[in-house]
């Protein structure tokens, strides 16, 4: 994985009217955090977001895919690519990444429940 930083600084740009982003660089990616919560990657200069049944139909009506660490042959994350007209489109960038962060805090919340048991 990788990404180069003209990329980056362009997400991170047009993720501006999403409110606080924050990126940390991970395993030759990218992680993008809203106030401390994970909700997207960059990895080879591709954005990916998280996602969950609520939102993943977006993504495949696209014809959009799930990141795959190491190859088409690897195990699947629960991060769909975002289409390019998304991504250029920051009204909608920004729509599909509060669902994005919607899922990434509803797992951290059924996280949190798990441990209370």
Known sequence: ???SEEYLDYVLDQLKSAG???ARKMFGGVGLYWKGVFFAL???DTLYFKVDDSNRSDYEARGM???KPFGE????????EVPVEVLEDREMLQEWA???LSVAL???E???KKRKK
Request: net charge positive; charged share 25%.
């Open 65 to 67: 895919g799930p990141f």
């Open 42 to 44: 960059i990895a080879e």
């Open 1 to 3: 994985m990788s990404f």
């Open 110 to 112: 059924r996280n949190k």
């Open 98 to 100: 509060y669902k994005a």
């Open 20 to 22: 606080p982003v924050t």
């Open 106 to 108: 509803r797992k951290l």
């Open 73 to 80: 042959k690897s195990h699947v994350m629960q991060y769909y």
